[in-house]
């Protein structure tokens, strides 16, 4: 299982994730906290770049995803209080050859950032995704459905 690394832990990785959105199709599912209906891959400028990158260091959380020193998806932020974390921004690789986010990679991805709130530091116990899919099983929580969000619960 992949587990996303924070930042401002490893800061190399700022300047990786700078050159990944200015240079490669993205697909941003969740932003500033409201879902993004927009699910095909955009590649940024290197200034909405930077500034995204500016709100991804002010969030309470935030983790991206690495693997052999190599950046891979998915990125998030959220937001941390009374045992519940929210997340306010998702970003991930397009995986269809029209350019979008596939259901399959989505709920990987969301599973992705769930497992890491649930169980690395500082481990809450709901996860509040503002991401409107229908619920799957899952081997990482219990998921249910609270209006538009998705949420997972530690098992």
């Known amino acids: 299982m992949l587990f996303p690394e924070d930042p401002n832990m490893r ?25 993004n ?21 002010r969030a309470d959380i935030c983790r991206l995803s690495a693997s052999h ?6 990125h998030f932020a959220a937001t941390g209080a009374h045992n519940e ?5 998702l970003i991930v690789y397009p995986s269809t050859p029209d350019n979008r986010a596939s259901d399959e990679h989505i709920h ?7 497992a890491s709130l649930l169980y690395a ?3 809450f ?3 509040r995704i503002p991401i409107d899919v229908p619920v799957w ?15 997972f619960t530690r098992q």
Do not use: F
């Not at 095909?40 to 500016?54: K, P």
């Open 37 to 57: 209906l927009l699910t095909h891959g955009v590649r940024l400028s290197r200034r909405d770049a930077s500034r995204l990158i500016d709100r991804l260091r």
């Open 11 to 35: 800061t190399s990785l700022w300047s990786s994730l700078l050159l990944q959105l200015s240079s490669a199709e993205m697909c941003y599912l969740v932003a500033e906290g409201c879902p």
């Open 121 to 123: 530091p500082p481990k």
């Open 137 to 151: 099983n899952s081997r990482e929580a219990k998921l249910s459905k609270e209006g538009r969000h998705l949420i």
């Open 69 to 74: 020193g190599n950046l891979v998806s998915p």
């Open 125 to 127: 116990m709901k996860v």
């Open 108 to 114: 990987r991805d969301l599973e992705t950032a769930a």
């Open 85 to 89: 974390a929210i997340l306010t921004d």
